[in-house]
């Protein structure tokens, strides 16, 4: 297993101590997953006190103290974190992932301490003097087997969180959930045990199921089956079964459509998002933008006596229960505010380019919504269903009006006012109530065409509106 050079070193002086160094939790699961970390997490067995390994881990850099109530040190070197820990055991005394009793203790054996980790998969060590895995509960086997398996039914339900987390682990590394790890997950959704955990754990949760999933799909459906959805984000299991015209989705319903289109944006985002603000932040808000497009439907679809199905104002009637789910998730008001518009125009690339439609409706579209994020929304609605134009996988529609809105210059902003109210002072007039109606006015004529420069812009406020 390949390590930093300062691991090996610090396990080299750990050593001379008769104590060991063994890495830990994600990094040696990723090893075996082909997949990169560089977290790397180094329990370390055989010294008395923490004292000690602090006086240690200080010959070759800095160290944190913020997590040693917990028995961790946060040792730094060159710029990067490694945290260094006690062998441990938790038992739960309180609600809450702060409600556990922690004992710290290195003359602990290994298989003890790892006993209380989640799954088998995440409870494998490596000794680094040793060269050599340590793998007490058989997750080799189940990696082989692609299956995540929890290690002990009494600590797992310890912490609920884990049901989320054996969502993302599944979705994220294509797993399946054990029988019985399916069961106890079940059974606690059912008891109510997942209550307890505060939004913010959960959102962390649904991030990593979002952004390291190549199929997000698989989290939601695992959800749905685990009770989750229904129980705890009833916005999405309403999508379940809600019938969809097979003309324009003969995918199927609109869950199935909507879990489509999260893994084709999924997809979007991880071959390079085209948006330059190509980071975490803008990718969720894609990935959330998606999972509540249609959000509406639950309430919006009907079926006429020929059969016809129709969800007329699903648009507009989704933004509510856009609301009401991601506050669930998280309080970040402004993020939950820049997603409305997306979920409200996504509709209108298709309808635009269909209308073939002017310049002024454009330049209007702009003011509501910033055209570049909404043409990737609408791509991932158009390409996430199976009808022979997004098999395709071009959406014309969403180039056409990109190409429309740069040649406009309102692409990702609306078009800037020409007339300000400083303009409306250097012409006279005192600051009123009139200077929005002079303003909007002006601005409106921008939207239609009708004025192109400043210089009209002010021959029109003289002419007509002073």
Known sequence: MHLPNIIHTISEALHQQDAKAIV???????????????DYDIEVYGLATLEALESTLLEFGSVNLVGKSFGVLKFIYEGEEYDFSFPRTESKVAE????????????????????????????????????????????????????LRHIDDKTFVEDPLRVYRAVQFAARFDYVLADETFVLC????????LEELAKERVYGEWKKLLLKSEKPSQGFELMSKLGILEKYFPELHALIAVPQ??????????????????????????????????????????????????????LSTTIDEEGDI????????????????MYRLMDEHDFIESLLPLVEYHLKPSQFFGAKSKASAIRRLATKVNIEELVVVAKADFLGRTTKEAL?????????????????????????PL??????????????????EILDAVYTLQLDGTIDTKDEALAFTKKTLI
Not at 106 to 134: C, H, M
Not at 392 to 416: D, F, H, R, T
């Open 24 to 38: 830990v939790g994600g990094a040696v699961r990723d090893h075996f997953l082909k997949l990169p970390s560089k």
């Open 96 to 147: 809450g992932h702060r409600g556990f009793d922690v004992k710290v203790d290195g003359d602990l054996n290994f298989k003890t301490a790892a006993r209380r980790r989640d799954f088998r998969i995440n409870a494998i060590g490596y000794d680094v003097i040793e060269k050599r895995f340590l793998d007490p509960f058989d997750a080799l086997t189940d990696i082989k087997e692609k299956i």
């Open 186 to 193: 079940k059974k606690m959704v059912e008891e109510g045990m």
């Open 245 to 298: 015209s097979p003309l324009w989705h003969p995918e199927g319903d609109v869950w199935i459509h909507t879990m489509m289109c999260v893994d084709v944006m999924a997809n979007i985002c991880r071959s390079g998002c085209p948006h330059p603000d190509n980071n975490h932040k803008q990718k969720l808000k894609f990935l959330f933008a998606m999972l509540c497009h249609d959000l509406g439907k639950a």
């Open 310 to 325: 129709r969800s007329i104002g699903h648009e507009t009637t989704g933004l509510a229960l856009t609301k009401s789910l």
């Open 392 to 416: 395709e996988g071009v959406y014309y529609a969403g180039e056409w009006l990109l190409e429309k809105s740069k040649e406009l210059n309102v692409s990702s902003k609306p078009l800037e």
């Open 419 to 436: 007339l300000q109210g400083r303009d409306l002072i250097a012409l006279g007039l005192e600051p009123s109530a009139k200077f929005k």
